[in-house]
């Protein structure tokens, strides 16, 4: 099996920062695309930042110039840079990821998720 931890959200005033992280552990063998979503309340969960095995990436339109998502593979770990916080960036993230991971001698491949950290933007 495959576990994402995620870590760093918290309270920040409108036009701070915050960095967030995510690390798989387990029986992996690859990660191919990794991701970060969020979900505000009475709202659908949305994908605010993707970046491929080969370090493409991509952004929802309202984080752009202000999130950067970026992966360290040697530590299996996606990390997401926010700047420029807003009170409209208040959710609940998630984390997931594309893992190639071995389960009683076969190699299978599934889609992971994060438990969530709450990123709160108020003052």
């Known amino acids: 099996q495959v576990q994402l931890v995620e870590s760093g959200g918290g309270l920040v005033q409108p036009g701070g920062s915050l960095r967030l992280s995510c690390a798989a552990s387990?029986?992996?063998?690859?990660?191919?695309?990794m991701g970060w979503y969020r979900q505000a309340p009475g709202k659908e969960r949305e994908l605010v930042a993707g970046?491929?095995?080969?370090?493409?990436?991509n952004y929802v339109d309202s984080v752009k110039g202000r999130f950067t998502v970026s992966r360290d593979n040697a530590k299996n770990t996606v990390y997401l840079q926010m700047n420029s916080l807003k009170p409209e960036d208040t959710a609940v993230y998630y984390c997931?990821?594309?893992?190639?991971?071995?389960?009683?001698?076969?190699?299978?491949?599934?889609?992971?998720w994060g438990q969530g950290t709450q990123v709160t933007v108020s003052s």
């Open positions: 997931n990821a594309d893992v190639r991971h071995w389960d009683s001698g076969f190699l299978r491949r599934n889609v992971y």
């Open positions: 387990g029986s992996i063998f690859s990660i191919n695309a």
């Open positions: 970046i491929t095995g080969g370090s493409s990436t």
